[in-house]
């Protein structure tokens, strides 16, 4: 199983940016198709944004042009760049590695836009 550190998350004003980091474990890290996906108390886990193993990208409609999601193959790390941040933007947000199938996830984040 890999294992998965996110760092990055914190309060930020509306309007504002923050970096999410995620960095994983494991040798075939190239291999691995990443993910960020964020759950709300009470909601389900949703995906955020994705990045596959050749660096095709796909965004939920509700960031679509506000964060991009980005993967750094030498340092095993993905990133979460978040700009434009809205209050309903506030949750955790989780690193998510998919290995032919075999799934794991970070402990999470929180992200928190407030004035």
């Known amino acids: 199983q890999v294992q998965l550190v996110e760092s990055g998350g914190g309060l930020v004003q509306p309007g504002g940016s923050l970096r999410l980091s995620c960095a994983a474990s494991?040798?075939?890290?190239?291999?691995?198709?990443m993910a960020w996906y964020r759950q709300a108390p009470g909601k389900q886990r949703e995906l955020v944004a994705s990045?596959?193993?050749?660096?095709?990208?796909n965004y939920a409609d509700s960031v679509k042009g506000r964060f991009t999601i980005s993967r750094d193959n030498g340092k095993k790390m993905i990133y979460l760049q978040m700009n434009s941040l809205k209050p309903e933007d506030t949750t955790v947000y989780y690193c998510?590695?998919?290995?032919?199938?075999?799934?794991?996830w970070g402990q999470g984040t929180q992200v928190t836009v407030s004035s």
């Open positions: 494991g040798s075939g890290f190239r291999l691995y198709n």
């Open positions: 998510n590695a998919d290995v032919g199938g075999l799934r794991s």
């Open positions: 990045i596959t193993i050749g660096s095709n990208t």
